[in-house]
C-alpha cells in the first residue's frame, strides 16, 4: 500500500498550523467528515477507504526532505518547521466500519486530537474515504440493477490514476463486484481477476475464426469477444470454435458495443439452437446501473456485466459532496452557519434500529433497540483491532447493509438537539 506522504496537505492547513501553534492552540478538537448530500437519485452510501486513512495518521511524519522543501516557502519560520519534526498524530479516531451503509450527515470518521493535528490531516481524510465511499456506493447501486447477475469491474484505464484504480477495484468488490481485471488490485487485495482478450487479439490474427481457436486452445473454458467486426459473425465464429473443440472449451461470449438487449437476444437464441445454452453471454462498455436495470427491465438474457468508466469515474456523480469540519473544539460545540454549507456542532454518535437512524451528542445513550455506528477505531495514533477485518468480512457487512437500505435517516437529522 503506498501511503501519502505529509506533504498531502493543502498550504492553507500548513498556515493554520502555524498560527495554532504560535497562540498555543493545541487543546483537543472534533473534526467530523460527512456528505451533505446525496447525488441525485441515490438513497444511500457504502463507507469504504477507513484502512488507508488509518494507514495515513498511524504513519504521518515530516521526513527531512519534506521539511527542507517547507523551508523553501515563505509562510513558515524555523520554529515551525522544528515543530513539525516531531509532529505524529496522537488522537483518537471513531468511525462507522468498512461496508456499512450511511447517510447524510452521518460521520464517515470522526478525528479527536489536538487542534493541529486533527487539521494537517484534513485533505487526506476527505481524499481517502471519500472516492472510496463513491465508487462503494456506485458499484452497489450497479449490483442492485443486476438483481443478481454477475458483476465485474473493467474500469482501471479510465480511473484517474494508478492508486485510483486500485482503490476502485477494492471498493467496487466490497460493494458485491465478484471480480476486477486489475492484477494489481488482485495481487494487494486477494480480489479474484478476470479477463481474457481485447480486439488487437483479434485483428492481429489472419481472421477472427483463427484467433477464436487459438485463444481456446489455449484457455479451455475462455471468453470470446465476438463484436470486432460483426456481432452475428463472431457468435457465429464462437459457436464454431465451441463445436470444434468440444464441451467447455468455450465459456462464454463478450459483447462491447452496440444494442446489448437485441444482439444478446440474438446470440442468446444461435447459442441455444447450437445447443450451447451452457455458455454465458457478457457485456461491456458503458455500463452504469441506469444501463443495467433498462437491460434487465427488458429481460435480457444476459448473465454478466462488465462495468468499468462509468463505476470508477462516473458521471452522475463525479464527487461526494463531502466536508471535514470541526464541530468541537476544547469541549465547546462550534458550526459553520454558511448560507447554503451550514454545518452541525457537537461531536456525534449515530444509533440505527432495524429501520431508523438517529444521531445524537456522542455522550448521550441511544434510544431503546439500537446500535452505535460509530466505532473506536484508533486511540492515541494507534490503531485497537489487533486484526483488520478481511476484505470478504467487509464486503458481507455491505451485502447486509444493502439488504435493509430503506432506513429512514431524514428524521433523526431534522430533530437533532441545537444545529448550532
Known amino acids: 500500500m503506498n501511503t501519502p506522504s505529509a506533504l498531502f496537505v493543502d498550504l492553507y492547513e500548513l498556515t493554520m498550523a502555524q498560527v495554532y501553534y504560535d497562540r498555543g492552540m493545541t487543546a483537543q478538537a472534533v473534526f467530523e467528515l460527512t456528505v451533505r448530500q446525496l447525488p441525485d437519485g441515490w438513497d444511500y452510501l457504502i463507507a469504504a477507504g477507513l484502512d488507508r486513512a488509518l494507514d495515513f495518521l498511524e504513519h504521518l511524519r515530516f521526513a527531512d526532505d519534506d521539511l527542507a522543501f517547507l523551508s523553501t516557502l515563505p509562510q513558515f519560520d524555523q520554529a515551525f518547521i522544528d515543530q513539525l519534526r516531531n509532529l505524529r498524530f496522537t488522537g ?66 479510465r480511473a484517474h490514476g494508478s492508486e485510483a484504480a486500485v482503490e476502485a477495484a477494492r471498493a467496487a468488490y466490497i460493494a458485491g463486484f ?106 461491456s462498455g458503458g455500463l452504469d446501473e441506469y444501463r443495467i436495470a433498462e437491460l434487465e427491465n427488458a429481460n435480457a438474457p444476459i ?44 461531536r456525534k454518535q449515530v444509533w440505527r434500529s432495524a429501520d431508523t437512524d438517529y444521531i445524537g451528542l456522542s455522550r448521550d445513550t441511544g434510544p431503546a433497540n439500537t446500535v452505535p455506528v460509530l466505532e473506536a477505531v484508533m486511540r492515541s495514533g494507534r490503531r485497537l483491532a489487533q486484526e483488520e477485518p478481511s476484505l470478504d468480512e467487509i464486503r458481507t457487512r455491505a451485502a447486509a447493509g444493502r439488504s435493509r437500505r430503506d432506513i429512514q435517516w431524514l428524521d433523526s437529522i431534522q430533530n437533532f438537539p441545537d444545529r448550532t
Open 178 to 283: 465478484e471480480a476486477t481485471s486489475s492484477v494489481e488490485a488482485g495481487r494487494r487485495y486477494g480480489i479474484p481477476t478476470t479477463g481474457t482478450m481485447a480486439h488487437s487479439f483479434i485483428l492481429a490474427e489472419a481472421d477472427e475464426a483463427a484467433a477464436f481457436d487459438a485463444f481456446a486452445s489455449r484457455y479451455p473454458g475462455t471468453t470470446l469477444l465476438v463484436d470486432t467486426y460483426d456481432t452475428a459473425a463472431g457468435v457465429t465464429n464462437a459457436i464454431r470454435t465451441a463445436k470444434q473443440r468440444g464441451h467447455g472449451s468455450v465459456g462464454a461470449i463478450r459483447i462491447d458495443s452496440g444494442d446489448f438487449l437485441n444482439e444478446s437476444w440474438q446470440a442468446r437464441i444461435k447459442l441455444d439452437t447450437a445447443g450451447l445454452s451452457d455458455i454465458r453471454i457478457v457485456v
Open 303 to 346: 448473465d454478466v456485466y462488465a462495468c468499468g468508466t462509468f463505476i470508477v469515474a462516473p458521471t452522475d456523480a463525479p464527487t461526494l459532496d463531502s466536508a471535514y469540519k470541526m464541530v468541537e473544539y476544547d469541549a465547546r460545540p462550534v458550526a459553520k452557519r454558511s448560507i447554503g454549507k451550514p454545518s452541525i456542532g457537537h
Open 92 to 157: 483518537d479516531v471513531w468511525a462507522p466500519p468498512e461496508g456499512t451503509l450511511v447517510y447524510p450527515h452521518e460521520p464517515l470518521i470522526q478525528v479527536v486530537a489536538p487542534l493541529p493535528e486533527a487539521q494537517l490531516v484534513e485533505t487526506a481524510m476527505i481524499n481517502q474515504l471519500a472516492y472510496a465511499t463513491l465508487v462503494a456506493s456506485k458499484a452497489a447501486r450497479a449490483v442492485d440493477a443486476a438483481a443478481g447477475k454477475t458483476v465485474v469491474e473493467f474500469g482501471g484505464r
